[in-house]
């Protein structure tokens, strides 16, 4: 008997930049959702990639010179690279530049215009850049992009159309006829009011104003655009060719689920289904619109400066620590946030305290007390029931939730069952029954339970923490055959384990020192962004000065609140790690002091010991790599945006005071 196919898609990222952790989000959530239903039994295909052509990339790689598909492969290679640090399970990671692709979105193109659903004509209108998207005069906000209220450009070009309002009546008749279609169900009231009730307008399906793009098969001076290209991509991933569709795709589709941003919902909610509907193809049986993960109040963007990005999140809490605090912490419908403080308040309470403390006592106690193997007298008690009945409702829970996509519930389910078998501890109290060799038979059944609910706890943690999952079936020493969701469905049938000595699998977090570390990084990372700037915005021009502007008028007091004073640099040093920065030691008359400058380009130890400086004296002390410095110099800003240091005379005394 063959067994139940389950195909669930993300949206493939476009491949503008390397991923951060909101990006990062959609593709943990889709495969802790793949690897629950291979828990389950079932035939899975999980499908994620990129979308490679537009015009944003072909100019972004003529600004760094070189050919667009040179400069896709290197954003295309750091997203899988993402995805694979996350120990995501995807079965196959299409990209659009592949062969087989293309061919098929050419042949999708011409069937779709051969029966008079695509047709040529001139389009005008407003265009996005970034979104890549197309805008009438009623769409805008304000003049800006609807989406991401960016500024639009004016646009005229010839183009082919898609008759997309063709299909209107029969999309809107199938989201009434199935209720689960677009969910949650906020999501699908605003894509059913606010773009269907409106009525549909004939879509832009090519552009002629760039190359980089699949070519129409009939017109080359055309490419098709990302709602045909990138769309059908979960349909080119199963080999599919119209009239002719290939054996994953008669085995998988339709798919089970697309994963997919809010921002994006609805190109997937209505412009797919009806290409789809155009084809004659069935649709997909589901859409998942997930939330936002902001960072703090707003959304995550390199311009913001707000950026984390997984592989430097994992570095410090290992990748298991990523992937649970993004699915414990999104909501079903609503943004989640992220900060560093919360992160680290997570890991600790739920990973290091929770789960890792019920693991390493539990197995330490299993060896302390019985050598790693228990014997085989038992004494069960009532509280044993009440263990074993919260085993049985967290599995219950688990697949539940997750099955409804509502990952952060399960993810508590699971928890809960930690914190209750921690319970279990406190009231059983092992290390007094150690103590009377008469309780030796109870303390064989407690500790027997314990191992228990840690194996049914490595099989629940399976979808969402893998490695983590894997650890523990290791130090259980517990055979495959009690790594399933059917070896948990009754609590107490495997016989007793005998456990590895314990290895501690979430090491507590100094969340003080990595929050000090973080903001030191920051305040050089900034350092070095705006020395770079102020360098490229100045380079090849001559160094003039800039229209001089009124500056806002202070009083006496508040200069001299600032204390400058003459210092005199005697000893200078490269930081480690840190191009830009100089370690200097500063005397300013009353003694030495660290000063951390970011004149490393233009300036040797040479050129500054001995030298007399002017120093920012009063300026609250800042941490940058490690180093505490506890000041500033003056300098002002070269030709090319080279910083300039302010040197004094010889005879200026150390300590003197700038007035």
């Given at each position: 008997?063959?067994?139940?196919?389950?195909?669930?898609?993300?949206?493939?990222?476009?491949?503008?930049?390397?991923?951060?952790?909101?990006?990062?989000?959609?593709?943990?959530?889709?495969?802790?959702?793949?690897?629950?239903?291979?828990?389950?039994?079932?035939?899975?295909?999980?499908?994620?990639?990129?979308?490679?052509?537009?015009?944003?990339?072909?100019?972004?790689?003529?600004?760094?010179?070189?050919?667009?598909?040179?400069?896709?492969?290197?954003?295309?290679?750091?997203?899988?690279?993402?995805?694979?640090?996350?120990?995501?399970?995807?079965?196959?990671?299409?990209?659009?530049?592949?062969?087989?692709?293309?061919?098929?979105?050419?042949?999708?193109?011409?069937?779709?215009?051969?029966?008079?659903?695509?047709?040529?004509?001139?389009?005008?209108?407003?265009?996005?850049?970034?979104?890549?998207?197309?805008?009438?005069?009623?769409?805008?906000?304000?003049?800006?992009?609807?989406?991401?209220?960016?500024?639009?450009?004016?646009?005229?070009?010839?183009?082919?159309?898609?008759?997309?309002?063709?299909?209107?009546?029969?999309?809107?008749?199938?989201?009434?006829?199935?209720?689960?279609?677009?969910?949650?169900?906020?999501?699908?009231?605003?894509?059913?009011?606010?773009?269907?009730?409106?009525?549909?307008?004939?879509?832009?399906?090519?552009?002629?104003?760039?190359?980089?793009?699949?070519?129409?098969?009939?017109?080359?001076?055309?490419?098709?655009?990302?709602?045909?290209?990138?769309?059908?991509?979960?349909?080119?991933?199963?080999?599919?060719?119209?009239?002719?569709?290939?054996?994953?795709?008669?085995?998988?589709?339709?798919?089970?689920?697309?994963?997919?941003?809010?921002?994006?919902?609805?190109?997937?909610?209505?412009?797919?289904?009806?290409?789809?509907?155009?084809?004659?193809?069935?649709?997909?049986?589901?859409?998942?619109?997930?939330?936002?993960?902001?960072?703090?109040?707003?959304?995550?963007?390199?311009?913001?400066?707000?950026?984390?990005?997984?592989?430097?999140?994992?570095?410090?809490?290992?990748?298991?620590?990523?992937?649970?605090?993004?699915?414990?912490?999104?909501?079903?419908?609503?943004?989640?946030?992220?900060?560093?403080?919360?992160?680290?308040?997570?890991?600790?309470?739920?990973?290091?305290?929770?789960?890792?403390?019920?693991?390493?006592?539990?197995?330490?106690?299993?060896?302390?007390?019985?050598?790693?193997?228990?014997?085989?007298?038992?004494?069960?008690?009532?509280?044993?029931?009440?263990?074993?009945?919260?085993?049985?409702?967290?599995?219950?829970?688990?697949?539940?939730?997750?099955?409804?996509?509502?990952?952060?519930?399960?993810?508590?389910?699971?928890?809960?069952?930690?914190?209750?078998?921690?319970?279990?501890?406190?009231?059983?109290?092992?290390?007094?029954?150690g103590k009377d060799n008469a309780q030796s038979d109870r303390?064989?059944?407690?500790?027997?339970?314990?191992?228990?609910?840690?194996?049914?706890?490595?099989?629940?943690?399976?979808?969402?923490?893998?490695?983590?999952?894997?650890?523990?079936?290791?130090?259980?020493d517990c055979p495959a055959e009690y790594q399933t969701l059917?070896?948990?469905?009754?609590?107490?049938?495997?016989?007793?384990?005998?456990?590895?000595?314990?290895?501690?699998?979430?090491?507590?977090?100094?969340?003080?020192?990595?929050?000090?570390?973080?903001?030191?990084?920051?305040?050089?990372?900034?350092?070095?962004?705006?020395?770079?700037?102020?360098?490229?915005?100045?380079?090849?021009?001559?160094?003039?000065?800039?229209?001089?502007?009124?500056?806002?008028?202070?009083?006496?007091?508040?200069?001299?609140?600032?204390?400058?004073?003459?210092?005199?640099?005697?000893?200078?040093?490269?930081?480690?790690?840190?191009?830009?920065?100089?370690?200097?030691?500063?005397?300013?008359?009353?003694?030495?002091?660290?000063?951390?400058?970011?004149?490393?380009?233009?300036?040797?130890?040479?050129?500054?010991v001995g030298k007399k400086v002017i120093v920012v004296a009063?300026?609250?002390?800042?941490?940058?790599?490690?180093?505490?410095?506890?000041?500033?110099?003056?300098?002002?800003?070269?030709?090319?945006?080279?910083?300039?240091?302010?040197?004094?005379?010889?005879?200026?005394?150390?300590?003197?005071?700038?007035?």
């Open positions: 008997m063959s067994k139940e196919t389950y195909y669930i898609t993300t949206a493939i990222a476009y491949t503008s930049r390397k991923p951060h952790i909101g990006n990062s989000y959609e593709v943990v959530f889709t495969d802790a959702v793949a690897r629950l239903k291979r828990l389950q039994g079932k035939d899975v295909f999980f499908l994620t990639g990129t979308d490679e052509h537009g015009r944003k990339n072909e100019e972004a790689a003529a600004e760094e010179g070189v050919t667009p598909k040179q400069y896709v492969d290197k954003i295309a290679g750091q997203i899988r690279e993402i995805c694979d640090i996350l120990n995501t399970s995807y079965d196959k990671f299409i990209r659009t530049t592949d062969n087989y692709h293309v061919k098929s979105v050419q042949a999708i193109f011409q069937k779709l215009y051969d029966q008079g659903d695509i047709y040529k004509s001139k389009y005008e209108g407003w265009y996005c850049l970034p979104d890549e998207s197309f805008y009438t005069d009623s769409q805008l906000v304000d003049g800006k992009c609807p989406d991401c209220g960016r500024a639009v450009e004016r646009a005229s070009e010839e183009a082919y159309f898609f008759k997309m309002s063709k299909y209107q009546k029969q999309l809107e008749e199938h989201i009434e006829a199935n209720p689960g279609f677009i969910f949650p169900e906020s999501r699908k009231k605003e894509m059913v009011n606010n773009f269907l009730k409106p009525g549909l307008q004939d879509l832009c399906v090519t552009r002629s104003s760039f190359s980089w793009g699949v070519p129409v098969p009939f017109d080359p001076g055309h490419v098709i655009y990302v709602w045909i290209d990138a769309l059908s991509n979960y349909i080119t991933a199963l080999d599919y060719m119209p009239g002719n569709p290939g054996a994953l795709y008669k085995r998988y589709w339709p798919a089970e689920a697309h994963v997919i941003g809010k921002d994006i919902l609805r190109f997937h909610t209505i412009y797919w289904p009806i290409l789809l509907l155009a084809l004659g193809e069935p649709l997909p049986k589901s859409i998942f619109g997930h939330p936002w993960l902001l960072s703090g109040v707003d959304k995550m963007s390199k311009s913001r400066g707000n950026v984390i990005y997984a592989d430097d999140l994992a570095e410090l809490i290992g990748v298991d620590g990523v992937r649970y605090y993004l699915l414990a912490e999104m909501p079903y419908a609503q943004d989640g946030t992220i900060t560093y403080e919360r992160i680290f308040e997570r890991y600790n309470a739920d990973l290091a305290n929770t789960l890792g403390n019920l693991v390493n006592r539990s197995i330490a106690m299993t060896h302390k007390y019985f050598g790693g193997k228990l014997p085989t007298g038992r004494k069960a008690e009532a509280l044993d029931n009440e263990l074993a009945h919260a085993a049985k409702v967290a599995c219950a829970q688990m697949q539940e939730k997750l099955d409804a996509f509502r990952a952060s519930d399960a993810v508590e389910a699971v928890i809960n069952l930690a914190k209750r078998a921690n319970k279990y501890i406190d009231e059983t109290t092992p290390w007094v029954l303390l064989a059944s407690v500790l027997y339970n314990l191992l228990e609910v840690i194996r049914v706890l490595g099989v629940l943690l399976t979808p969402f923490l893998p490695a983590t999952a894997e650890e523990i079936f290791r130090q259980l059917n070896s948990i469905a009754t609590f107490g049938v495997v016989p007793a384990l005998a456990p590895q000595p314990p290895t501690p699998l979430f090491a507590r977090l100094d969340t003080d020192k990595l929050l000090a570390e973080l903001q030191a990084t920051e305040q050089e990372t900034t350092t070095i962004q705006q020395e770079k700037a102020a360098h490229e915005a100045g380079k090849d021009k001559p160094c003039t000065p800039p229209e001089p502007e009124k500056p806002a008028e202070i009083g006496y007091d508040d200069f001299m609140a600032t204390q400058l004073v003459v210092g005199q640099v005697r000893a200078c040093e490269k930081v480690e790690k840190a191009d830009k920065l100089l370690k200097l030691t500063v005397f300013d008359g009353a003694g030495e002091r660290t000063i951390v400058s970011g004149i490393a380009p233009w300036y040797t130890a040479d050129d500054l009063n300026l609250k002390p800042a941490k940058l790599r490690g180093i505490v410095s506890q000041g500033m110099l003056l300098a002002a800003d070269g030709p090319g945006g080279a910083a300039q240091v302010v040197f004094l005379p010889d005879e200026a005394v150390p300590g003197s005071r700038i007035r």
